[in-house]
Every structure is written in structure tokens, then in C-alpha cells.
């Protein structure tokens, strides 16, 4: 039965063992959104809630479909849940379909709101890092609301890197979980500057290996290894033949110099 509470539509009423909460919403390279949609797909995540668009979204327009007009379509927030079967501690994740363009803050607050009625008390948010060079085994950053978190995570092998900056609503959900008092968890792949507009499926895999390790996760990263080696592949092809171009461009033969030479 569907129930609606404070801007939530809620399908299932699922009893969780002290969980904790992972959320994303969409950035540079999809790293965050491809993290959150693998890691729920592999465990096998069930929906059970998701949060009213208005008035976090707007509509720019409509799509047609065969020449006919469709429904408004918002973009889409939902809570899954999945129940651990090994350890003690069942997951919540969030995953937000588009970054909104109003109310961020409040968004983040009824995130968080909704996440505490089930004892969440730590949130793990995923984002990119932007750096200079291209890596197939790049590393993965951490931020953490307290110390004590942060030594643990310098125990999984996680970079702390000083003063940065998390943007998005994958940073503004942390700072309102920690004035809530909730501990609060950012994972950061690195990913490079450009072009970061294209899908980095190495930062992706890095970071649900970090999630296996900081929370003892289990699941078959296959898929994902495949994913990483054909774009390693396109990577390879689309430098070559830049180099390619550029050598053409720019080299002149024996002949055309020997030509000069005469003149």
C-alpha cells in the first residue's frame, strides 16, 4: 500500500538491522550515479520509497514519443533497501536521477530525515576528483566528519588529502547529515580533468572495491572490469589516432623538405 509522509511516497515498511545510508546524485564522469546503480543492481536492492519531485524539479519541456505528447516526467529520487544476510548491518541507498535545481538544502535535509526514522546514524556519500593525469588504477580520496572515522579509513588504504572541496549535492548531504548529528562518509575517485565528461568505469571500480573493504561487501565486480577494459581499449584507439593526425598535420615528408632545399 502506498502512504505518503512529508513528501515521501513509501511502498514498504522494511525492519532494518542498524543501517547505514549511501547516496548519490549524478557528476562529473558519472562516477557517483555509476557506483550507487552498480552496487544496488549486484546486491539486488529493493525499492520501497521515493520523494516527491515538487518542488525540488521544474519542467523545461515535454518529450514526444511518435509524434505523440507524453506525460510530465520528473526526474525520479528513490530509497532502496537490502537486507545483509553475513553481518549486522543493512543498506540504504539513495539515488538521485538528476542534481535538483532548487531546495538542495532541503532536499538533503528530508533525505536525512527520512534515513534517521531507520536509526541511520552514518552516511556515505560518492563523488569525483578531479586530477591532472589518466589512470586505470586510480586512487580512491576519503573525507569523514570526525577523526576517528578517518584513521579507519587510512587503515582501508583510502587518501586523505587535506583542504578540498565536495560540490553537488553529493557534498551538500554531508554537511546537513553532520549538523544532524549523523557521521558522515565521502569516497572520491580520482578521475582526470579531461575529458571528464565521459564515463570513468576505473574510478567507479575503485571505489566499490573501497566499499567492499570499509564495509565488508561482498558482490561481483565481472561486469565492471569488462566495462573498464573496452574503454581502455577506445582510450587507446582515439590517442593513436590523435597521434596519428597530429604527425600528418605537422611532419614533413623527405621529398616536400628536399624540394625546399633545391629551391
Request: hydrophobic letters at 40%; glycine letters at 6%; a negative charge.
Amino acid at each position: 500500500m502506498r502512504e505518503q509522509i512529508e513528501g515521501i511516497n513509501i511502498y514498504k515498511h522494511p525492519r532494518l538491522t542498524d543501517p547505514c545510508l549511501i547516496a548519490a546524485w549524478p557528476g562529473i564522469a558519472s562516477v557517483a550515479s555509476t557506483v550507487v546503480t552498480y552496487l544496488r543492481t549486484s546486491l539486488g536492492a529493493q525499492e520501497f520509497a521515493e520523494v516527491h519531485p515538487v518542488p525540488f524539479y521544474d519542467l523545461e519541456g515535454a518529450f514526444v514519443e511518435d509524434n505523440l505528447i507524453q506525460s510530465a516526467r520528473f526526474p525520479e529520487s528513490k530509497f532502496y533497501y537490502w537486507k545483509n544476510k553475513q553481518h549486522h548491518r543493512d543498506l540504504i541507498i539513495f539515488e538521485g536521477e538528476a542534481q535538483p535545481k532548487y531546495y538542495g538544502y532541503q532536499l538533503a535535509g528530508k533525505v536525512v530525515d527520512f534515513a534517521q526514522k531507520f536509526n541511520v546514524k552514518r552516511i556515505y556519500t560518492l563523488a569525483a576528483a578531479l586530477v591532472q593525469q589518466f589512470s586505470q588504477q586510480p586512487r580512491v580520496w576519503a573525507a569523514a566528519s570526525d577523526p576517528e572515522l578517518l584513521e579507519g579509513l587510512r587503515s582501508q588504504g583510502l587518501v586523505l588529502k587535506g583542504n578540498f572541496y565536495v560540490a553537488g549535492m553529493n557534498g551538500v548531504l554531508l554537511s546537513v547529515a553532520k549538523e544532524k548529528q549523523l557521521e558522515g562518509i565521502c569516497l572520491l575517485g580520482e578521475t582526470p580533468e579531461f575529458p571528464n565528461e565521459v564515463g570513468n568505469p576505473f574510478a567507479a571500480l575503485s571505489m566499490l572495491e573501497a566499499l567492499a573493504r570499509v564495509l565488508e561487501l561482498d558482490y561481483d565486480l565481472t561486469e565492471l572490469r569488462e566495462s573498464a577494459k573496452v574503454t581502455y581499449e577506445e582510450i587507446e584507439r582515439t590517442l593513436s589516432k590523435s597521434r596519428s593526425d597530429f604527425l600528418d598535420q605537422f611532419t614533413v615528408s623527405l621529398w616536400d623538405s628536399s624540394e625546399d632545399d633545391d629551391g
